[in-house]
């Protein structure tokens, strides 16, 4: 341990503590202000190259516009907004509810098989290595590959009803039934997304202290208590992260359910960014598809950042920790 | 305890053998198809006749793409790689800044950033060409590295600034006691250390360059000199035919080189100072 | 939509997804005139065409290489750069990379101000359909033939096998010869498909009836005379008794149309209704049996066989912003005028074409004899700008997302309500 700690730990200082002494007010903001430059570059890409253009999507949201140049956006006020919420054909309300299954459900089980997967795994070993990248390569497809495949196998004609069917004399709808279609949907995209937060686990566990881990179990601890007391607290930045990077692919879910069922069969798997992509864009109603891509935003931001906030002295734990 | 570990070690490999077969499943039957016709691939999904099986295909598939295949592996790669340095180059100074400051501010610029990681980069495509237009980089590959720079700077900076937040502040300070300067104290200190996120980072934003086939047409125009591979792949596979002779060799022409890319990558994951260097 | 764009209908471009388009503040200020067509011909043109398992990169190179040597002209032929044609058209106007001529699809109320009004065309005016899909009296699209829109092709050996002699005239005669089919243990009585499949081939069956029912039934629509669930209402009822009569299964609209042809080349299907392009999948891999065609069937034996559903093959439109429209229009005459080049396209995609002989294969020659022997040729649901246009966007694929549901349960009252809601809150003033 440092000098720094010591003097940390003991609560008081220490003749070897070296701070600094404070400097002047116009030093510090200075200093404020090079910290400021320190974000400079990465502002001025994200904000021209991803901010102004959601400001034009949510200027959209509030005309009716077809999208070609050289018709111009009329302005409706919330006329898109209220027919989302009203849902007059009765088409949003549904993908709404598809997405949060999507969501909730996935996030849930992307997360926990992900940490399972990660904590087996973490050591080094030509296995392990091998064992990664066979849990991580769905992920290297991409979503629309991944759907095809899936379609492929899971169909009525398929690889995997093909066998079930020779050996049982049914299949399994897989694909054709809307239930079943949803739940295989879930799955689906389970199969390929879990790959991110395991990569994220794996990285998370090289930085919490070996030493600690060891120490615990020396004096007796249970693999379990090790994992609940030195190991997850240790872990809860990456846990935050895992969660809503997931939870923010899983509410974005769109090429894969192109490739599998493209929204069927009936509408049983339209998810929100389906309804936003192949309906109102593809019907170029660009006003009615930003407002639909406004609320997405708005959802994710809240459920981001309330996760985020609950989870902060958690994380704020972890430092202390390592 | 030897043994216990021995066998709990025994166990562990056999469930994950299983789950593995399970999981390269979907692999194998794209492999295998690419090299199947028609016939077999509609009628005998699992395996693979060796008197049927052929080369033809995939040939045509590799000559067939109406463009250079080498020429469009290495544009790709060098996308792949440009996107990575600007992302990562620009997401560490201010992920620095923003683990390491206290207070209000930087907690806010964040959650700006953050806020980039709930819009689906298709909706913004077209205005950001308005905004390329207006600074002269519409239809440049700068201009499109920068859009897809652009896009992977929220999660980049995000999955970064808690890493660092992980990292104790010890090694930092002490370096600026003795007088470094911060930029030096980022790059000579703190990104050595940040191997295993830097990685993870590349990996990931490495795969949505790749897949990535709809801002390069829309970007770099359709007459565009140099295609990505994946481009010229669903350019093939778009007419969605139900012709699996084309689709499956297409496709795994598509994942093959990015495969390789995670399976050299992730050893960077593992490597990197383990968390014994860091306590020091 | 021609049928090129039906393939996998559903993809949906990235692109055309992000047609956030620029303002008019972002475009070029263009002039109102369109381009000039009297200048010379050269250069260099641009079409977007749809590629597809019969259209190939290979065969459109080879299509334009005649017209190529004999102007000069380079035509550089590109695929979309979403999943279709109907999706990149707009994406790219919007990115101001537009093409100079277009193929596969037909101007919508959106895209009818971007193409080039090609009425003072002679050749124009001598095209296929020109009448029913100009805009009052404006020719902005044309095309090469007509493709049959409702053809039901059948396997005559399982035909015979189940005791059935004469082709149903009659929806009676239908569900009997279903039923028929049923007993005699054929595994599919009538084959529907997936996606796009299964709104394109409900509504070819409804064609002959509902234009019997109801001439020119999308303006009736259109003026408030009529309503989508009134018009489809019967169609719906008759594919929920052949659903309840396990005539076709959920699985079937699970099962993409490339898998439901191969069963149909295998014999396990007894009846398929698609348009006339089937014939060239026949051709390409020809079954064992027999195969026989006929037309949908009415309530009304005396009236059979009715109208015959049909749409334009292989549509052109020019753009109004290209830089070089007398090579443009020189082209689309080309493509539409040119005997050679009308018969290779009917090669790649069959279709018919009034005076020639464009029949390659016994297959297209039967549809050709089904077509000769119809009253009149109709268009389908949401096909073009004019008098018969419904004036709402996406009319397919929720037809389809909507017709699906009588496989999954849903009463026909309340599939046929749901249709006409959603035409109500869809539809612009």
Redesign the interface.
């Known amino acids: 341990m440092t000098a720094v700690d010591t003097a940390r730990v003991g609560g008081h200082r220490s003749p070897a503590r070296r701070t600094p002494p404070r400097p002047p007010r116009w030093r510090r903001i200075g200093e404020q202000a090079l910290n400021g430059a320190f974000t400079l570059p990465a502002l001025i890409i994200y904000v021209g190259l991803m901010v102004i253009p959601v400001g034009y999507a949510v200027y959209y949201s509030f005309t009716e516009y077809n999208g070609i140049p050289s018709q111009s956006p009329e302005w409706v006020g919330l006329d898109n907004y209220t027919r989302i919420f009203a849902d007059p054909a009765s088409e949003m309300h549904s993908s709404l509810l598809v997405t949060a299954a999507i969501a909730i459900i996935g996030s849930l089980v992307v997360n926990a098989v992900a940490l399972a997967l990660a904590l087996l795994l973490q050591k080094k070993s030509r296995f392990n290595t091998v064992g990664r990248v066979v849990m991580f390569y769905p992920h290297v497809l991409s979503a629309l590959i991944v759907g095809f495949l899936w379609q492929a196998l899971l169909g009525p004609h398929g690889a995997i009803n093909g066998l079930i069917e020779a050996s049982v004399g049914s299949t399994i709808p897989f694909l054709s039934d809307p239930n079943v279609a949803l739940w295989t949907l879930i799955g689906v995209i389970i199969w390929a997304q879990f790959g991110v937060q395991l990569v994220l686990y794996i990285a998370g566990l090289q930085t919490v202290s070996a030493e600690l881990q060891e120490a615990a179990r020396i004096d007796g601890a249970t693999r379990v208590q090790v994992f609940r007391h030195v190991t997850w607290p240790a872990l809860a930045p990456t846990f935050t992260i895992a969660l809503v990077t997931s939870l923010l692919s899983l509410l974005k879910a769109y090429d894969v359910v192109l490739g599998l069922t493209n929204g069927g069969p009936g509408d049983a798997t339209q998810t929100w960014a389906y309804e936003i992509l192949a309906v109102s864009f593809a019907n170029n109603r660009v006003g009615l598809a930003c407002a639909q891509a406004v609320l997405l935003i708005v959802v994710a931001a809240i459920l981001s950042f309330s996760i985020m906030a609950l989870r902060r002295r958690a994380d704020a734990g972890a430092e202390a920790i390592s | 305890m030897n043994k216990t570990r021995r066998t709990s070690n025994a166990i562990?490999?056999a469930a994950?053998s299983v789950l593995?077969i399970a999981?390269?499943?979907?692999?194998y039957?794209?492999v295998i198809n690419a090299f199947k016709p028609q016939q077999d691939i509609?009628l005998s999904?699992?395996t693979l006749d060796p008197a049927t099986a052929t080369t033809e295909f995939l040939e045509a598939a590799w000559n067939s793409t109406?463009f250079p295949v080498i020429d469009s592996y290495l544009f790709t790669l060098l996308l792949v790689v440009a996107c990575n340095v600007?992302s990562i180059?620009?997401?560490v100074?201010?992920a620095?800044?923003?683990a390491r400051?206290p207070g209000l501010?930087?907690g806010i610029?964040l959650?700006f950033?953050?806020?980039?990681?709930?819009?689906?980069a298709?909706?913004?495509?077209?205005?950001?060409?308005?905004?390329?237009?207006a600074?002269g980089l519409?239809g440049t590959i700068p201009g499109l590295v920068?859009?897809m720079?652009?896009?992977m700077?929220?999660?980049t900076?995000?999955?970064f600034s808690?890493?660092i937040?992980?990292?104790?502040r010890?090694l930092d300070?002490?370096a600026m006691?003795d007088g470094a300067s911060?930029l030096r104290v980022?790059w000579t200190i703190v990104f050595p250390l940040m191997k295993?996120?830097v990685?993870?980072a590349f990996?990931?934003n490495a795969?949505s360059a790749w897949?990535d086939f709809?801002s390069p047409?829309?970007?770099l125009?359709?007459?565009a000199e140099h295609k990505t591979i994946?481009t010229g792949v669903y350019?093939a596979v778009?007419?969605?035919?139900?012709?699996y002779e084309?689709?499956f060799p297409t496709?795994l022409l598509?994942?093959t080189p990015?495969?390789v890319i995670?399976?050299i990558m992730?050893?960077f994951?593992?490597t990197?100072l383990?968390?014994?260097a860091?306590?020091? | 939509m021609s049928s090129h764009s039906h393939r996998r209908y559903g993809w949906i471009a990235l692109t055309a997804a992000a047609a956030i388009t620029l303002t008019a503040c972002g475009s070029d200020g263009g002039s109102d005139e369109p381009p000039s067509t009297d200048g010379e011909v050269g250069g260099e043109i641009r079409m977007l065409v749809n590629i597809t398992d019969n259209l190939t990169q290979e065969k459109w190179d080879e299509l334009v290489a005649p017209f190529e040597e004999e102007t000069g002209v380079d035509v550089v032929i590109e695929g979309p750069t979403g999943q279709s044609v109907a999706e990149s058209f707009p994406a790219l106007l919007a990115a101001g990379t537009a093409p100079d001529v277009i193929q596969s699809i037909f101007p919508t109320a959106d895209t009818a101000p971007e193409v080039l009004d090609l009425t003072d065309f002679d050749w124009a005016n001598e095209t296929p359909m020109v009448d029913t899909y100009s805009t009052d009296g404006m020719i902005n699209v044309v095309g090469v033939g007509t493709q049959a829109q409702s053809v039901l092709y059948y396997n005559k050996d399982l035909f015979a096998e189940a005791g059935i002699d004469e082709t149903p005239k009659t929806w009676d005669e239908f569900d009997a010869a279903l039923a028929a089919l049923a007993d005699s243990g054929v595994q599919t009585p009538i084959g529907f498909a997936s996606d796009w499949a299964t709104g394109v081939q409900a509504q070819q069956i409804w064609h002959p009836q509902q234009n019997v029912t109801t001439p020119s039934w999308q303006a009736a629509v259109a003026s408030g005379e009529s309503d989508l669930g009134e018009q489809f209402l019967p169609l719906f009822e008759h594919i929920a008794s052949w659903v309840d009569d396990g005539y076709t299964v959920p699985d079937d609209i699970a099962t993409d149309s490339g898998t439901q042809e191969a069963k149909f080349i295998d014999g396990d299907v007894g009846i398929y209704p698609m348009g006339s392009w089937f014939a060239t999948t026949l051709a390409s891999s020809p079954p064992e049996f027999e195969v026989g065609v006929f037309s949908p069937p009415l309530d009304d034996e005396s009236a059979y066989p009715g109208p015959m559903g049909a749409t334009l093959a292989s549509p052109y439109m020019i753009w109004n912003g290209t830089e070089n429209a007398s090579s443009a229009a020189a082209l689309v005459e080309y493509l539409v005028s040119d005997e050679d080049a009308i018969v290779a396209q009917a090669q790649m995609d069959d279709f018919s074409r009034e005076g020639l002989d464009t029949s390659t294969n016994e297959y297209s020659g039967l549809v050709q004899e089904l077509m000769n022997s119809a009253p009149e040729l109709v268009v389908p649901g949401n096909q073009t700008v004019g008098d018969l246009a419904l004036p709402v966007a996406g009319f397919n694929p929720k037809f389809t997302e909507l017709v699906q549901q009588l496989w999954l349960g849903s009463s026909a009252d309340d599939i046929a309500s749901n249709l006409s809601s959603w035409y109500e809150a869809e539809k612009s003033e």
């Open positions: 562990r490999v994950l593995g999981m390269l499943v979907p692999l039957i794209l509609l999904p699992l109406q600007v180059a620009v997401s100074p201010a620095y800044v923003i400051t501010v930087f610029v959650m950033f953050v806020a980039g990681m709930f819009i689906p298709q909706i913004i495509l077209v205005p950001t060409i308005f905004v390329l237009k600074v519409m920068l859009f720079s652009a896009t700077i929220p999660f900076l995000f999955i808690g890493y937040r992980m990292l104790p010890t300070e002490a006691i911060r980022i295993p996120i990685a993870t990996v990931l795969l897949n709809v047409q829309l970007i125009g359709p007459g994946t350019a778009s007419s969605y035919s139900t012709n084309v689709v496709l598509a994942i990015i495969l995670f399976v992730q050893r994951i593992m990197g383990a968390s014994g860091v306590k020091g």
